[in-house]
């Protein structure tokens, strides 16, 4: 079987972010109006006011995901967060949750909270919003060649995974993104190098290292039927996991049946893993790792000739 990824959907999500700032402007505009404690939350339904517009009925904080409580947060005021457009956030409070497709775009803090902390938006500007959808990017972090990253593409969109490939300037690293698919055919900015193997310079104070499994941003394969799928964590709350999915689906899943992927592997030639083809995690053969820019050459084992270039943080060993 030839191994080919979705790119026509993961172009739409990623190119959706190529106009970033145009993109959330016209998205959020349709709508108007520090610690890890943990509060419960019930769940809540969606009332309508007057005018028939639907208005939410959850608590400050509470998110629509069932399972998941109310969370502190580590961000300070003036940090980078990533955080979802505020109009989807709406959407998810006020409509069919699982129906809102998120894409978790920089903003800024501007006051923590216990709960729900006020976040600044390019549109619709100050609004508060759960700190469940809020991942902090903690000011002055530093990284060197070979750490893996949590940022956005940040001459695109959309929250992402790097590995550092140059850092003269520890504050500013020169990174690969991981989770723009390697073959994807679209151009960078220099209109000759794919975007999925360009290398792009961060700005300071907008990453943040990741160390360990369970982190935000990392990757976990949880049981879905016969089928094993890559999701990605948001939060970790006590045995919850908020976690997105293909497409930029939000859904709550039981930390016990989720298998952590690690940071980075330790795969080499020959070796057998489970790498994500079409979301879930299937059966594959490695032909050889390139450390360097952080990804894993496979081979699907049912067949096809075709070699997939896989990120790190991606590879489950068998």
């Known amino acids: 079987m030839k191994i080919k990824s979705p790119v026509l959907l993961a172009s739409c999500l990623l190119m959706a972010g190529a106009s970033c700032q145009t993109k959330q402007v016209s998205e959020e505009s349709s709508n ?53 457009s505020y109009n989807w ?15 978790f775009y920089s903003q800024k803090m501007i006051a923590p909270g216990e709960a729900e902390s006020e976040v600044e938006f390019l549109s619709p500007g100050a ?38 490939v140059e850092a003269a300037d520890p504050s500013e690293p020169t990174v690969r993104y991981l989770d723009i698919e390697y073959d994807n055919p679209a151009k960078s900015r220099d209109g000759k190098t ?45 045995d919850k996991v908020l976690a997105l999915g293909f497409a930029g689906s939000l859904q709550v899943y039981d930390k016990s049946s989720a298998t ?27 032909t050889k790792v390139d450390g360097r820019i952080g990804r894993v050459f496979v081979k699907a084992d049912s067949g096809g000739a075709e070699e997939k270039a896989i990120a790190f943080g991606d590879v489950l060993t068998n």
Not at 89 to 103: L, M, N, Q, W
Not at 142 to 158: C, E, R, Y
């Open 194 to 238: 794919t975007i999925g193997q360009m290398e792009e310079k961060l700005k300071p104070n907008s990453f943040v290292k990741i160390n360990n499994p369970w982190e935000s941003g990392t990757v976990i394969a949880v049981n879905d039927g016969p089928n094993r799928k890559k999701v990605r964590v948001i939060r970790v709350a006590g």
């Open 127 to 164: 609004r508060k919003v759960p700190n469940a959808y809020v991942i902090p990017i903690p000011a002055g972090q530093t990284a060197k060649v070979g750490d893996i990253v949590l940022t956005w593409w940040q001459s695109g969109s959309g929250m992402n995974r790097a590995m550092v």
């Open 260 to 286: 952590p992927v690690p940071v980075k592997p330790t795969a080499k030639s020959g070796d057998k893993v489970k790498v994500p083809i079409y979301g879930n995690f299937q059966n594959a053969t490695v």
């Open 89 to 103: 956030i709406e959407d998810a409070a006020t409509k069919d949750p699982s129906k809102v497709r998120f894409i």
């Open 32 to 84: 108007s109006p520090g610690g890890n404690a943990v509060v419960s939350a019930a769940n809540t339904t969606a009332t309508t006011v007057n005018n028939g517009a639907p208005r939410s009925t959850l608590k400050p904080g509470e998110i629509p995901f069932s399972g998941f409580p109310m969370v502190g947060t580590t961000s300070k005021a003036n940090e980078v967060v990533l955080c979802p």
